[in-house]
């Protein structure tokens, strides 16, 4: 099983990027997908979760409005679009698989298979 991350970086407060999540090695198609993110010091934090299909996709208060989360299960892939982005983003951001739906936002003790991260860093 691998899921890898990529397309972290440092952007400037307001902007914009694309986190994305690359897997192999499960079903990925029968899998619900989940971003979360950890600030040094701070406990990881749910950010958001899409079922298998794409059809349900839940977000943390902290991101609603501002972050779209996305998968294309041709190409066995997650995607995480954050808009708007602010100082308090600044986190390492995590992919995570798990068997079945999201149920809401899941605890990240439900979830199977996780990426190494990539470093999101907001700062002017």
């Known amino acids: 099983v691998q899921l890898v991350e990529s397309g972290g970086g440092l952007v400037q407060p307001g902007g914009s990027l694309r986190v994305s999540c690359a897997a192999s090695g499960f079903a990925f198609g029968d899998s619900a997908m989940g971003w979360f993110r950890q600030a040094p010091g701070k406990e990881r934090e749910g950010v958001s979760c899409?079922?298998?299909?794409?059809?349900?996709?839940y977000y943390g208060d902290s991101v609603k409005g501002r972050f779209t989360i996305a998968r294309d299960n041709a190409k066995n892939t997650v995607y995480l679009q954050m808009n708007t982005l602010k100082p308090e983003d600044t986190a390492m951001y995590f992919c995570?698989?798990?068997?079945?739906?999201?149920?809401?936002?899941?605890?990240?003790?439900?979830?199977?298979?996780w990426g190494q991260g990539t470093q999101v860093t907001v700062s002017s």
């Open positions: 995570a698989a798990r068997k079945g739906g999201c149920n809401g936002l899941p605890s990240s003790r439900q979830f199977d298979y």
């Open positions: 899409i079922s298998s299909s794409g059809k349900y996709k």
